[in-house]
């Protein structure tokens, strides 16, 4: 496989069994392949399910039917059909995502919070700290904020907390929820500059972008999630 | 892959007219941790109890991957056996850290009668590992000989984890860990565990209704209702796009603060 992500015939519905079994269709057939140093913006009105198919290559959502291959090492995984200990390392080592949110966890400084990933590669926890900084100073997180628990950032600083969290890891894939959400114009324009130092080393990236002059300065393609919307 | 430290196998247990658990069967391994959410009445402390051995199953087979041995029905060890396994390569956390702890010895005492069970007689060691220990679970290391009765509850609970993780087991079981807390104590305890058990790698079972606690604890979520698995996966799939009915209602009723 010459791409890293590999999406074919995915289908997805939710089934509210609390709301009187209300069947929700999101996608049908849908096929997407991603290569190496490729941007791919999911485009479509609200509730077209493109974060839902952010969320499904992340196997965070489990969809039907369909596979979705991610090229892990030098192997070719279904992440679909993968045990939970492997879709795991492949969270750890291969695919990085980006929520609109930032999960706090109760008390860990923001800097511990960002360097957490890149220890869970195996990074001593020194060289993550310091790459950490690196980041968090990059994207305008003041010093003084580097050693509080995030919990009681503004919206925008938590975002960059989000940000720099998956950026300090080179992940060879990387989804993006609108990670230029709460920003202002001149991180917003750190966040394009990083998502080109990703695709230029060889990353595949899929985001969402509701910004047009993020979404045009770092996509190569649009995807549009709507062509495949399931019959209800 | 490497073999499972736990293997679960069609485990059953009646009591007379109730049907505890059905059928559950699943594998963990070394530095996973598996949580097991469920209202109360669904069967998931007399899970933890036949896990651990403190109760023998009434079908199916629990296999733990013993030492020199590997995977043995635990059933099939001695009583002895058994004990031995709780008191060095298994950890037991229980909700009450009354049942976990003694509590008219010493926190310096409590801790340094594990290390005494895997071997350990040297008193001045046994007591600097038990510093050490106090100090990782942020107890003040002047309380040492002091008895956990004059301590908190969130004291106490932070004392029967430095207990259990000092003979360093590759499994420990927790029952509702955090519950009876304080939510500030509670955030404080989570973080200790969570930072334990990864930098220990440390595999666990956890207990709880708590959804957030699994959410920031387990890799894995088992979700049981009236015995029975009825879902299982990575803990924010199960959490995030919940498929069983009943797996929905459980995560619809908790409050967002």
């Known amino acids: 496989m010459t791409h890293m992500i590999e999406v074919t015939e995915l289908h997805k519905t939710f089934t509210l069994h609390t709301q009187g079994g209300t069947s929700i269709?999101?996608?049908?057939?849908?096929?997407?392949?991603?290569?190496?140093?490729?941007?791919?913006?999911?485009?479509?009105?609200?509730?077209?399910?493109?974060?839902?198919?952010?969320?499904?290559?992340?196997?965070?959502?489990?969809?039907?039917?369909?596979?979705?291959?991610?090229?892990?090492?030098?192997?070719?995984?279904?992440?679909?059909?993968?045990?939970?200990?492997?879709?795991?390392?492949?969270?750890?080592h291969t695919m990085g995502y980006v929520s609109q949110f930032l999960r706090v966890i109760p008390r860990i400084p923001a800097v511990d919070v960002v360097a957490d990933p890149l220890i869970q590669t195996g990074v001593a926890s020194e060289v993550a700290k310091e790459r950490a900084v690196a980041l968090l100073e990059r994207l305008r997180i003041p010093a003084s904020l580097h050693q509080l628990a995030p919990a009681t950032f503004s919206g925008g600083e938590q975002q960059r907390v989000n940000i720099a969290r998956c950026f300090v890891v080179d992940y060879p894939i990387l989804l993006l929820d609108e990670p230029t959400a709460s920003l202002d114009a001149r991180n917003r324009e750190t966040v394009i500059e990083l998502i080109g130092e990703a695709k230029a080393r060889g990353a595949a990236l899929v985001g969402i972008f509701h910004d047009d002059e993020v979404r045009e300065a770092v996509a190569d393609r649009l995807f549009e999630v709507e062509t495949y919307q399931a019959a209800a | 892959m490497t073999t499972a430290l736990m293997r679960v196998r069609n485990l059953d247990k009646r009591f007379d007219t109730i049907h505890a658990c059905r059928n559950v069967s699943f594998e963990l391994h070394q530095g996973e941790v598996l949580g097991v959410v469920g209202e109360s009445g669904s069967g998931k402390t007399t899970l933890l109890r036949c896990l651990s051995g403190e109760m023998l199953p009434s079908a199916g087979t629990v296999e733990?991957?013993?030492?020199?041995?590997?995977?043995?029905?635990?059933?099939?060890?001695?009583?002895?056996?058994?004990?031995?396994?709780?008191?060095?390569?298994?950890?037991?956390?229980?909700?009450?850290?009354?049942?976990?702890?003694?509590?008219?010895?010493?926190?310096?005492?409590?801790?340094?009668?594990?290390?005494?069970?895997?071997?350990?007689?040297?008193?001045?060691?046994?007591?600097?590992?038990?510093?050490?220990?106090l100090e990782r679970v942020e107890l003040?290391?002047?309380?040492?000989?002091?008895?956990?009765?004059?301590?908190?509850g969130g004291m106490q609970q932070r004392l029967q984890i430095a207990r259990n993780l000092v003979s360093k087991p590759r499994l420990v079981f927790m029952d509702e860990p955090t519950g009876g807390l304080d939510v500030s104590v509670q955030a404080r305890l989570l973080d200790l565990l969570r930072g334990l058990v990864r930098d220990l790698h440390i595999a666990a079972i956890v207990v709880t209704h708590d959804l957030a606690v699994v959410r920031l604890l387990a890799d894995r979520l088992m979700v049981m209702r009236r015995g029975e698995v009825v879902e299982s996966g990575l803990t924010d799939q199960v959490l995030d796009d919940p498929q069983h009915a009943y797996t929905q209602l459980l995560v619809s009723s908790v409050l967002q603060p």
Not at chain 1, 54 to 82: C, E, M
Not at chain 2, 99 to 118: H, P, Q
């Open chain 2, 64 to 133: 733990y991957d013993v030492r020199m041995r590997g995977l043995t029905d635990i059933a099939a060890l001695s009583e002895p056996e058994r004990r031995l396994l709780r008191r060095t390569d298994w950890g037991i956390v229980h909700q009450n850290p009354r049942d976990g702890l003694r509590m008219n010895i010493s926190a310096g005492g409590n801790v340094g009668e594990r290390l005494m069970a895997v071997g350990a007689r040297h008193y001045g060691e046994i007591r600097g590992e038990a510093v050490d220990w």
């Open chain 1, 25 to 92: 269709p999101v996608f049908d057939q849908l096929s997407l392949a991603v290569a190496p140093g490729e941007c791919v913006a999911l485009y479509g009105p609200s509730g077209a399910g493109k974060s839902t198919l952010l969320r499904s290559i992340y196997a965070n959502y489990r969809p039907q039917s369909g596979a979705i291959l991610i090229r892990h090492g030098d192997r070719t995984v279904d992440i679909l059909a993968a045990a939970p200990r492997e879709v795991l390392d492949i969270r750890r």
């Open chain 2, 140 to 152: 003040d290391q002047d309380r040492i000989d002091d008895a956990p009765s004059t301590f908190s």
